[in-house]
């Protein structure tokens, strides 16, 4: 089992960046699959970002590819987004999520339901 906990969220404008850090818990880290979600107010929670267990291979949806850089350290059980050039858009509470052992096949990593952890949110807010 995983714990996770989200940190780095907060108010920016348009144009700005922020990073995003999501620590976890326990000896395993690096046998998860890592993803970011995000939900708006009134919203489905939708996929941003996810991550190989060594890093080696990254998703992102269209939305933010370019402008997000998921990544990893293992060593530091920790997962990052690094978001530039944000939009009012981007302003949501983000997720990180842990899936164990992943399988990448298909696209299933880009559900929620596919997760097995989830952290407790970290409010980004974009004004323009």
């Known amino acids: 089992q995983v714990q996770l906990v989200e940190s780095g969220g907060g108010l920016v404008q348009a144009g700005g960046s922020l990073r995003l850090s999501c620590a976890a818990s326990?000896?395993?880290?690096?046998?998860?699959?890592m993803g970011w979600f995000r939900q708006a107010p009134g919203k489905e929670r939708e996929f941003v970002a996810a991550i190989s267990t060594r890093g080696g291979s990254t998703y992102y949806a269209d939305s933010v590819k370019g402008r997000f850089t998921i990544s990893r350290d293992n060593a530091k059980n920790t997962v990052y987004l690094q978001m530039n050039s944000l939009k009012p858009e981007d302003t949501a509470v983000y997720y990180c999520?842990?899936?164990?052992?992943?399988?990448?096949?298909?696209?299933?990593?880009?559900?929620?339901?596919?997760?097995?952890?989830w952290g407790q949110g970290t409010q980004v807010t974009v004004s323009s």
């Open positions: 999520a842990a899936h164990p052992n992943p399988d990448w096949r298909g696209s299933f990593y880009r559900s929620p339901a596919w997760y097995e952890y």
């Open positions: 326990g000896r395993t880290f690096n046998t998860y699959g």
